[in-house]
């Protein structure tokens, strides 16, 4: 071995230029997979502090760059987020809006940052905006504008989204906020299912069982596949494929921990979306609509729905006879095609 001592070579931060600083710090606010990562390195001195809130730097931070536990929100936390958003970050923008409207109440300055996140393309922030739209959600019940909703459902799914091409597949086959077209509407649920079933072919999962395949019929407790030429359109588990849930996006894991932490509810008389994966609470009482069914679950959406649907309400939905909701109105359960439909509490 060697007797020779291994000379370390310090570097002077202050001899480098600002520009080359700025490109690593960049690059590593696209690629750190957690805030600590990203923050250790901003503590290390005084320089990379100032750089490291350098609008350059926080407008390509990816979103496990900013993203945090709810039982972590401070003052500190808000102000970095906002950083980033006013930096031009788009996941920004759509993260702080999502936790202003829904979580803070803040439904002026919320939605204001969607609208910043939609008008640049961003697919989750126009499918929320539709979201809120169909459901008036901040107001009243004749705030809903069912056509924004489609019009702003459409954008998103034009990008690609899933559940916007769900969503949007729902409002045709049932002429909601748009003329009836049970063909074309059909057209956009299969390409739901196709874009999920891709989603997962090519995220790189290799824990199995990724993907399996239940022949059974006896296992599953609706052993039933739609005909093509009814106005439902099955969901890739209704032919036997089990798909995983897709990944939650930050903003909505990040909403159901709020509420999780504060007793899961969002206020007296409120109720959350019951799609884990959604997040979304309500901003008014009966917003969300009911399982016409069983009356137990609620959604913001059809396309929660049918998530939820495919994912835990399809093993436990009860079907009875009538039910009472909260205003003592009776509703008679009654089946859309796809195992459940939903209706107005």
Not at 278 to 307: D, I
Request: aromatic letters at 6%; hydrophobic letters at 35%; proline letters at 5%.
């Amino acid at each position: 071995m060697s007797s020779r001592k291994r000379h370390k070579t310090a570097v002077n931060l202050d001899s480098l230029p600002d520009d080359l600083l700025l490109s690593i710090l960049s690059k590593l606010s696209t690629t750190a997979t957690s805030a600590a990562d990203f923050v250790s390195v901003l503590i290390t001195c005084k320089r990379l502090n100032s750089l490291g809130l350098h609008s350059l730097v926080l407008s390509k931070a990816s979103p496990k760059t900013f993203s945090l536990k709810a039982k972590n929100w401070s003052d500190s936390a808000h102000r970095f987020l906002k950083l980033c958003a006013d930096a031009g970050n788009i996941e920004a923008c759509y993260t702080l809006g999502m936790i202003r409207f829904y979580c803070l109440r803040n439904k002026g300055s919320g939605a204001s940052l969607m609208a910043k996140a939609a008008i640049n393309s961003h697919a989750p922030a126009l499918y929320s905006l539709a979201v809120i739209q169909f459901n008036g959600s901040g107001g009243t019940k004749n705030d809903k504008d069912l056509r924004a909703g489609v019009a702003l459902c459409a954008r998103a799914a034009f990008l690609g989204h899933i559940d916007a091409l769900r969503e949007l597949g729902h409002c045709l086959q049932d002429g909601y906020g748009v003329k009836q077209n049970v063909t074309e509407g059909r057209r956009f649920l299969v390409q739901a299912n196709a874009r999920e079933l891709a989603a997962v072919l090519s995220n790189g999962n290799n824990k199995p069982p990724w993907l399996t395949w239940n022949l059974n019929p006896a296992t599953n407790p609706h052993p039933r596949i739609e005909s093509f030429t009814g106005s439902g359109c099955p969901l890739l588990s209704d032919y036997g494929c089990n798909v995983p849930a897709p990944e939650t996006h930050p903003a909505s894991q990040f909403m159901s921990e709020w509420f999780s932490v504060r007793g899961a509810s969002p206020g007296p008389g409120m109720r959350l979306c019951s799609h884990s994966g959604c997040g979304r609470p309500e901003t008014r009482k009966h917003e969300f609509r009911r399982c016409s069914v069983c009356g137990a679950v609620n959604y913001c959406s059809r396309a929660c729905q049918a998530l939820d649907w495919k994912f835990r309400h399809k093993a436990e939905c009860a079907p009875v006879e009538r039910w009472l909701d909260e205003e003592g109105e009776d509703v008679a359960g009654e089946d859309d095609g796809e195992g459940m439909a939903m209706v107005d509490s």
